[in-house]
C-alpha cells in the first residue's frame, strides 16, 4: 500500500524488484524531502535495501491496524503488495504469506488461503529446514484448511508429521502432541474410522491430562468429541463418565446454570437415558429445562424442544399424566410463536396491498379483526 502511494504520489517513475535489488529511477523534489535520509551517494542497491525495509515495517503496521479494525478490503491489498515486495526474501514471503492466509481464513474464504499456506510451508522448510519445531504449527494450520474444504485425507500425513516433529523436538508427552493428536481424531471421524478416532481421543487427554490436571478447561473438547463418539455408537456406558467430567469442568469454571452447561446436559441426560438411569436423568433433564429457561427465556422454541424430550422421558415410564403436562406446553409455545409468525407475514402482505390475504392470516393467528391491516406511511415494521 505504502510503496504504491510513493509510485503514484510521490513521482517514482521507476521501481524494479529483483530480490533485493530496488532500483529507483527519477524521484521528485517531495520525495527527498520526506525520504532525504535514504538519498546519499551510497550504491543504489544498498540504498534500495534500507529504504524498502522501512517501507515494509511502516506498510506492516498499518496493514494490521487495518486488519485488526476489521477493513478487509484495505487490509487485503496491502497484504498482497507486501507479498508482491517480499521478492526473494525469504523472511518477508514467509511473513507476507501468513498474514495474507490469515486474513483469508478470518473471512472464511478457505480456498484462498489453501495455495498460500502450501507455498509458506514450503518457504519455511527451506528456511527452518524439515523438522524444526516452528514448522509444526504451519502443518496444522494446513492441515485444518485441508479438512475444511473436505481434503481430510491429504490433510493426515501433515498431521502426523507435525506430531514427528513435536516429539523429536519436545518429548512424547507434550501439551503440543496432544493438540496435534485432537486434530488428527477430527480427521478420522472425518473418514468416518471412529475406532480408530476414539483411541486417539483418548490418547489426547491422558497426555493432557499429565500436564494439566483431569479438570482442565483445555480438555473439554477432546471429552466432548469422545463423549460424542460413544454416544453415537451407543455406548452409554463408556459415555457417561466422560459427560459427568466434562459437566464437572464447566460447573467449576462457569457455575451450575451458565448456558455453557446446556450441550453437556443434553448429553448426559441423553446417556442416562439410553442406559435406562431413569431416576440419574430425571433430575439432569430439569436442570436442562430450567438452564434453557434462564439463557432463552420460557417461550423460546429450544424449551419447547427440551419439554418434548421430557415428555417422551416420561412416556417411556408411562407418566402419562406428565407427559401430557409437558407437550401440551411444548404445543403452546409452538402455537404463539406460529400466530406471532402469521401477524408478522400478515403485515408484510399488507404493505404490498394483499390485504385480503393479510386479512386472512391475521383471522387464522387469531388477532383481534377490527379491520384489514394497512400500511402505515413510512412504517417500517
Known sequence: MLLLH???????????LDGLDLTLGVVDHRFREDFSYFFSDEPIFERGCRLRC???????AQTHDAYGSGKYVEAETAFQHALQLAGDDKDQLARSLRSLSDLYRAQGR????????VRLVEVRTELLGPEHVDLAADLNDLASIYRTTGKSTEAIPLVDRAIQIHKKALGSEHLEISKDIALLAQLYVDKQEFPAAIQMYITSIAIGEKTLGPLHLDLLNSLDHLGGLYRDGSKYEEAEPIFRRALTIRERALG?????????LDNLS???????KLKEAEPIYD???DVWELAAGTEHPMVALTL?????????QDRLSDAE????RAMKIRERAYNESMRRMARILAKQGRTQEAAELLKKSGAPMKAAPKAAPGDTR
Do not use: N, W
Open 287 to 289: 436442570r436442562l429445562l
Open 325 to 328: 403436562c409437558a407437550e401440551e
Open 110 to 117: 478457505y480456498a484462498a488461503a489453501e495455495p498460500l499456506l
Open 256 to 264: 451450575p446454570k451458565d448456558a455453557e452447561l446446556i450441550s453437556t
Open 308 to 316: 418434548d424430550k421430557m415428555a417422551e422421558f416420561y412416556l417411556f
Open 270 to 276: 441423553y446417556v442416562y437415558f439410553g442406559e435406562k
Open 6 to 16: 510513493f509510485i503514484q504520489q510521490h513521482g517514482v517513475d521507476l521501481v524494479i
Open 54 to 60: 522501512y517501507i515494509t515495517k511502516r506498510d506492516r
